[in-house]
């Protein structure tokens, strides 16, 4: 998992699993990521492969976590087989999911 800040928020590359095995170590580090920027925090999953429940409950705790920071979680590159989750679960309408940009032709 990748850091970087700017003004306007920080990204953090998540790998390619979010499951019981990683849930620890990224729910520590997006709450340490929160605390010490301002703006969004946007979570790039282009690389998630695999996320569980433990998976998706460090998303919807970093998301609370944040909104008493008075910050946002922002989704970014979201991957087709995890959005389907995120709508099966019905989290996209809790978590803010970064509209994807059409290609250029």
């Known amino acids: 998992m990748r850091v ?3 003004l306007k ?3 953090v590359r998540i790998g390619s699993r979010l499951d019981a095995g990683t849930s620890a170590g990224v729910r520590e580090r997006l709450h340490e990521a929160v605390q010490s920027g ?3 925090l946007i979570l790039d999953l282009s690389e998630l492969e695999m996320i569980d429940a433990t998976g998706l409950g460090v998303l919807v705790g ?3 976590f944040a909104l ?3 910050r946002r979680v922002v989704l ?3 991957p087709p087989r995890i959005m389907r989750i995120l709508a099966v679960t ?3 309408r809790v978590l803010h999911v970064e509209a994807q940009t059409a290609a250029v032709a």
Do not use: P, S, Y
Request: charged content about 35%.
């Open 62 to 64: 970093t998301h609370r």
């Open 4 to 6: 970087r800040g700017n």
């Open 90 to 92: 019905r989290l996209n």
């Open 38 to 40: 301002a703006g969004d």
């Open 76 to 78: 970014r590159a979201v």
């Open 68 to 70: 008493d920071a008075e």
């Open 9 to 11: 928020g920080q990204v």
